[in-house]
C-alpha cells in the first residue's frame, strides 16, 4: 500500500474532480427536474408532449451513451466541448430527466385542499408553490432522489472516456504507469464508499430539517 500512499495527493485531486462534477451536475440537474415536473403537470398539452419525450429518452439510452454523444457527437455541428464542461452538461441533463419524476410524484402527492387553502388566505400561485407545496414534495422526494444522486456519484466514473480525470481516470493513470491494480482500485472503492456515506448523511440531515413542513 505504499505506493498508494505516496500517489494519494493525485487520487484526492480525481476525488475533487468528481465531487465537482456531482455537486455541479446535481444543481443544474435539480433545476432541470423541477422545470420538467412543473411542465408535465400544469403546461400546454404540447409542453407536456416534449417533457414527457426527454424524460422517455434520456431514461431509455444509457449515459454513457449521452455523454459521448455530448462529447463526440456535437463536434458534426461544429460545438466543441472541453471534457469537464461536456461531463457536466450530459450528466446533468440525465439526472434531471430522473429526477423530474421524482418531483412529478412528490407533487402530486400533496393533497390539493392545501392548494386552494393557500389561495384562500391570499397566496399567489407562486408563493404557494415556494411556500407550501414545494418544500413538502421536496421532502417527500429526498428518500428517493437521494439514491438518484448517489447513483450518479458512482456515475461520473463513466467520464473517464471522455478523458475527464475524475478518480477512476487517476486510478487508471496510475496503474499505466506502474502495472499494479488491485492496491489502486481498492483505495477508489473506498473512496467512493466514503463520498457516497457523506452525501447519505447530509441527506438525511435536509430530510429532517424540511420534516418542519410535514
Known sequence: MDIVIDHLPFLFQGAYYTLLITVISMLFGSIIAAIV????????????????????????????????????????????????????????????????????????????GQMEAAYASGLTPVQTMRRIIFPQAIRIAIPPAGNTFIGMLKETSLVSVITVTELLRSAQLLIAQYYVYMPFYLSIALMYWIMSTGFSFLLERWEKKLSIYV
Open 37 to 112: 415536473a412543473v411542465a408535465r403537470l400544469k403546461g400546454a398539452p404540447p409542453i407536456r408532449w416534449i417533457a414527457r419525450a426527454y424524460v422517455s429518452i434520456i431514461r431509455g439510452t444509457p449515459t454513457l451513451v449521452q455523454i459521448i454523444i455530448v462529447y463526440y457527437g456535437l463536434v458534426d455541428f461544429g460545438i466543441r466541448l472541453q471534457p469537464l464542461p461536456a461531463a457536466i452538461i450530459a450528466l446533468s441533463i440525465s439526472i434531471g430527466a430522473y429526477l423530474s419524476e421524482t418531483l412529478r410524484g412528490a407533487l402530486q402527492s400533496i393533497p390539493k
